[in-house]
């Protein structure tokens, strides 16, 4: 049976069991694949404002939410004798219509309507008048006050807008007008543009779906008012019932974790137990009841506290000042073969640029070895000397070889059958990063902190060091 004709025989209170049984998807038809792809864009961009991602931001390959979203939906949805209509409903659900950015948050301000409009012709003159005026905030007896001109386009072309000098709204004209002006505002802006300026759709929660629900049911034929409720009867106009998803591999959790946030009831299984630990966090702590979330944060705190303050008593990764590691560098050391020594292998010594902090190569010649001193505060000059590392155009370069074309790293490495000239890449150099009371500063291999600017640190501890590798 076709869409249409299941539709069309709908009950008053939703769809009868089974009537979209054989209909095809929206998804076999279309499918908006510049829209997601922006918006899964936009998702990964997030990084750790990603849903998923406070709970193991190693595990890579989870699948951006929305997508799962549009896949989900898109295979629920039927495919009608209206694809227009049917996208269209598709984009209201998915929060991607035009009208889904302004409460996106993407609500263009009046000057930039007058900026976008006006040029294509789309807005006149004496229209912007009639919707718009200039306000400016005036000293009047000691006192701020507010006072409105009338929009003019000499004064607005010349309005340099700030929190005492804007471009408002007309108060007579009301909201649906103002909405209808937004929106051809927004007709001028790519859709990347405006996905870039906007919240994410799952940043919105449930206002995202307002005032969508009477055009929804009445393409569909549906009776809900939330995503829940379309997607079981759905479900039952597809199945029999609220719709079931099984990710057998379910990774991350994405699937499954929005799978239950649209309404399906849901089923996960990896072989891997990370993936479960994973997607079992997503469900019971990421989409936890708020109490529940706050419990669980409490009891992470405590977590915490505990483990640092052991960490502290037992002086892990700290010096005898209290300095405390806070991140490692760490490059490997490859033994030259022209000149025996052993080399620690760097593109680029520079470790902070907007601190001028640097790694300078000290030759001891006892050991055929490099030490590796960290330097804050250092010249322009020596930063410039400290961008060319060891590493160039595969290359391996040292102050020690006086052949400045240094040696090929694929000969050291030994590929494409050149016998590796040595035993080759052998050890790592560590260069510590540690916090001393709030301030960040720079170490050698671990421990001893200063802030002075120029000063070589850590000397002891990086000989220390040194003599155990
Ligand atoms: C590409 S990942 C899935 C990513 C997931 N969709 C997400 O969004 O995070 C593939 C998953 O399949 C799991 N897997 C591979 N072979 C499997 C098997 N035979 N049985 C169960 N899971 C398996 C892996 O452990 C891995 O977690």
């Known amino acids: 049976m076709s869409a249409d004709v299941a539709i069309a025989s709908r009950t008053t209170s939703g769809l009868d ?133 009338p929009f003019d386009l000499d004064a607005f072309q010349n309005l340099v807008e700030d929190r005492s000098n804007y471009l408002d709204w007309d108060d007579g004209i009301g909201d649906a007008e103002r909405d209808k002006w937004r929106l051809r505002a927004l007709d001028t802006y790519t859709y990347d543009e405006k996905v870039k300026r906007a919240k994410r759709p799952e940043e919105c929660e449930d206002a995202l779906f307002d005032g969508i629900w009477p055009q929804i049911n009445a393409h569909l034929g549906t009776s809900a008012a939330s995503l829940s409720e379309l997607v079981g009867q759905l479900g039952v106009a597809r199945f029999g019932h609220r719709p ?105 010594w520079v470790i902070s640029k907007s601190r001028n902090v640097v790694a300078k190569l000290v030759p001891d010649h006892a050991v055929k070895r490099y030490e590796i001193e960290i330097h804050a505060g250092v010249s322009a000059d020596e930063m410039k000397e400290a961008e060319k590392g060891t590493v160039r155009d595969g290359r391996l370069v040292h102050p020690m070889n006086p052949e400045r074309s240094g040696v090929e790293i694929k000969t050291i490495r030994g590929d494409f059958g050149i016998p590796a000239a040595t035993p080759a890449i052998v050890s790592g150099s560590g260069i510590g990063w540690t916090s001393c009371h709030g301030r960040t500063i720079y170490s050698k291999s671990g421990f001893i902190a200063s802030s002075g600017s120029r000063r070589r640190v850590s000397a002891r501890v990086a000989r220390k060091l040194s003599s155990q590798r």
């Open 244 to 348: 079931r998803l099984a990710d057998t591999f379910c990774g991350g959790g994405s699937i499954p974790f929005e799978g239950a946030r649209v309404g399906c009831d849901v089923y996960a299984s990896d072989l891997n137990p990370i993936a479960c630990m994973l997607t079992w966090g997503a469900f019971n702590m990421i989409g936890a009841v708020p109490e529940r979330r706050a419990e669980i944060d409490e009891a992470q705190q405590e977590i915490v506290a505990a483990v640092d303050a052991e960490i502290i008593r037992l002086g892990i990764e700290h010096d005898e000042e209290g300095n405390r590691a806070k991140a490692y560098l760490y490059c490997i050391e490859a033994r030259c073969p022209k000149t025996g020594w052993m080399v620690p292998m760097a593109p680029s």
């Open 17 to 149: 069991p089974l009537l979209l049984k054989n209909a095809p998807s929206f998804v076999e038809v279309q499918f908006p694949v510049g829209r997601l792809s922006a918006e899964a864009y936009k998702e990964r961009k997030a990084n750790l404002g990603q849903t998923l991602t406070a709970l193991g931001s190693y595990w890579k390959g989870r699948k951006p939410l929305i997508l799962c979203r549009a896949v989900m939906l898109g295979c629920l949805l039927p495919a009608t004798n209206n694809p227009a209509k049917d996208l269209s409903i598709f984009l209201k659900l998915m929060g991607m219509d035009d009208a889904a950015f302004l409460r996106r948050g993407l609500v263009p301000k009046p000057s930039e309507i007058v900026g976008r409009l006006m040029p294509v012709g789309d807005i006149a003159s004496d229209e912007a008048a009639r919707l718009f005026v200039i306000k400016r905030r005036v000293t009047e007896e000691k006192k701020a006050v507010w006072v409105e001109e």
